[in-house]
């Protein structure tokens, strides 16, 4: 995937199995957390002319990932910003994350997600 220009990464994680919820479904997740200079409506209008499927965008608010509706979801240990941040010191402005997330998938055998 590619990012815009005046952007760079901060840091990134990935996670597959059980990430929220409970019960027989399998998630993936990939995030990329990065700080930018500019407007967040050109970083938004640039990923949305990608056209990802299952693409998410959050901008950092007031130093924490804002308001999730329900149909937006974090892992654990993840949906907080301090958890991709490598020291408590790290700036928390003009940062966002972009992030691929796959929900309710057939677990099939796979251990990680049961």
Do not use: K
């Not at 840091?11 to 919820?21: E, M, R």
């Not at 608010?61 to 941040?85: C, I, K, Q």
């Amino acid at each position: 995937m590619a990012h815009p220009g005046g952007t760079v990464r901060v840091s990134s994680h990935q996670a597959v199995g059980l990430i929220s919820g409970n019960g027989n479904h399998c998630n993936y997740f990939v995030g990329e957390l990065r700080r930018y200079t500019g407007d967040p409506q050109t970083i938004a209008d640039f990923y949305a002319a990608q056209a990802v499927p299952d693409l998410g965008l959050l901008f950092i608010e007031n130093g924490e990932f804002p308001a999730l509706g329900l149909d937006e979801v974090l892992p654990y240990r993840l949906d907080v910003l301090s958890a991709w941040l490598d020291s408590p010191a790290a700036p928390r402005d003009h940062l966002y994350l972009v992030y691929l997330l796959g929900i309710d998938l057939d677990p099939g055998w796979d251990m990680r997600c049961h």
